[in-house]
């Protein structure tokens, strides 16, 4: 099974490695796209793909921190990007939900990025929320005409068709399979079953009760976090939810990983 998206780097999942790859394998994870958020993160992103066999590498930086790092992170990114010839571009994208980010500073970093995975010829990993307009202005303003994975899309049911038609993947991720997520969900009724990807997002994005498998106590604010191991209730309740047996979800999922992976 293939987890299109987490951060298996954030220190949740990493101050426990061991035991977490552990249990991943046990589940039947065999691969894990981990996304790195910020420069400081990339060098140990790099480390996990090097070191575990499952990783796939990305590197963005993510529209959480534009504001914290000066000019110079472009460089840096080339240079991670350049000597992983196997890496994607992400986590980058667009967010108008979080409060006190640098919206023009964000479109920059947007476009940068979105411009460094055309010329490298990589994938892409996008974030985006609430701002799907200016979303599809940007891709159309960029080179960028590669595959790029909407990673938990959350957008409007009348975009899919725009972003399937600009080269979009679309992932869902076990928190969509919440009761009061359902009308998110029913948006997935409308990406090609050949664009679709699962995801964790660990150790973000905790599913509901009935899909967990795993769970990890955050150290400062007591709340449990989401585990790789998860993977598996989503690749469940998808099956359940395409009606389809969860054999026919794994062989799709392979298929439209490497067509996303690897344009
Ligand atoms: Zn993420």
Redesign the pocket.
């Known amino acids: 099974m293939i987890d299109s998206?987490l951060?298996l780097q954030d220190p949740v999942l990493f101050d426990r490695l061991d035991k977490v790859l552990y249990e991943a394998r046990e589940a039947g994870v065999d691969r894990m796209v981990v996304?790195g958020t910020t420069p400081d993160d990339w060098p140990l992103v790099s480390d996990l793909s090097q070191s575990i066999p499952e990783v796939s590498a990305f590197y963005g930086l993510h529209p959480w921190y534009v504001n914290e790092y000066p000019d110079g992170w472009q460089e840096r990114l080339r240079y991670m990007l350049t000597k992983n010839p196997l890496a994607g571009v992400g986590?980058i994208g667009l967010d108008k939900w979080i409060p006190n980010r640098d919206w023009v500073r964000q479109q920059e970093a947007f476009l940068t990025q979105l411009g460094l995975a055309h010329e490298l010829q990589r994938p892409a990993t996008i974030?985006c929320l609430k701002a799907w307009g200016k979303l599809l202005e940007c891709l159309d303003n960029s080179c960028f005409d590669g595959a790029f994975l909407l990673?938990s899309y959350s957008g409007p049911a009348d975009l899919v068709n725009e972003f399937v038609e600009r080269g979009s993947y679309f992932s869902i991720s076990g928190y969509f399979f919440r009761q009061d997520k359902m009308a998110k969900l029913k948006v997935f009724e409308l990406v090609p079953e050949d664009r679709l990807l699962l995801e964790t997002?660990a150790p973000?994005m905790m599913p509901p009760k009935a899909l967990i498998r795993k769970s990890i106590m955050r150290s400062e604010s007591g709340m449990p976090a989401n585990h790789p191991a998860n993977l598996v209730g989503v690749y469940e309740a998808y099956s359940e939810w395409a009606g389809i047996s969860l054999e026919e979800t794994k062989t799709l999922m392979i298929q439209n990983f490497s067509a996303w992976h690897s344009r």
């Open positions: 998206h951060h996304n986590e974030h990673h997002d973000d």
